[in-house]
């Protein structure tokens, strides 16, 4: 099973920018997808960026982060980043790293890190 640390969350000003980092250990084979996901107070937890992992490690996101967010990994520390720029109030959530294992059909979650958005 793989196991997922999250890492870089914090208080952030509206406009202001923060990297999440998600460090994949433990049996790392047959990653297809890296994800990030949130949620928010009273809220359902939403899909935020998704990268396959290919040779092309493309790309998807939700509406609210396109042209704010942007997801990456390296294949070489096993680890997935979140870059957030221009943050919002409404950004505010707790961030979740997730991981698809095709090979196993294998679903992981990470513990989560708090964002905070507010002047």
């Known amino acids: 099973q793989v196991q997922l640390v999250e890492s870089g969350g914090g208080s952030v000003q509206p406009g202001g920018s923060l990297r999440l980092s998600c460090a994949a250990s433990?049996?790392?084979?047959?990653?297809?997808?890296m994800a990030w996901y949130r949620q928010a107070p009273g809220k359902e937890r939403e899909l935020v960026a998704q990268?396959?992992?290919?040779?092309?490690?493309?790309?998807n996101y939700a509406d609210p982060v396109k042209g704010r967010f942007t997801i990456s990994r390296d294949n070489a520390k096993n680890t997935v980043y979140l870059q957030m720029n221009s943050l919002k109030p409404e950004d505010t959530a707790v961030y979740y790293c997730?991981?698809?294992?095709?090979?196993?059909?294998?679903?992981?979650w990470g513990k989560g890190t708090l964002v905070t958005v507010s002047s």
């Open positions: 990268i396959t992992v290919t040779s092309d490690d493309r790309t």
């Open positions: 433990g049996r790392v084979d047959g990653i297809h997808t």
């Open positions: 997730n991981v698809y294992q095709w090979k196993y059909g294998m679903n992981s």
